[in-house]
């Protein structure tokens, strides 16, 4: 991963998941090329639309901050 990113993405995804709603953020780790999140999430949300929900909105806000060095892999 890029030097100094990882407390960006620790921020990012604190970010990601308040805008989730119903869903608490217990634990982020940022390892080289990979992050692991644990939450809390209500039980009318399944596993795959918390995930699907924080990525989308992690994506979209990692982006804005790394839009010169994220364009030259996508």
């Not at 990882?6 to 990979?34: Q, T």
């Not at 399944?46 to 364009?71: D, I, N, P």
């Amino acid at each position: 991963m890029f030097v100094g990113i990882g407390d960006d993405v620790k921020r990012v995804f604190s970010e990601a998941v308040e805008k989730c709603g119903k869903v608490k953020l217990l634990a982020v780790g940022v390892d080289e090329d990979h992050v692991h999140f644990i939450v809390s999430a209500k039980p009318n949300m399944s596993a795959s639309q918390v995930v699907s929900r924080v990525k989308q909105l992690t994506t979209r806000l990692l982006w804005q901050g790394y839009e010169e060095v994220l364009s030259h892999f996508y």
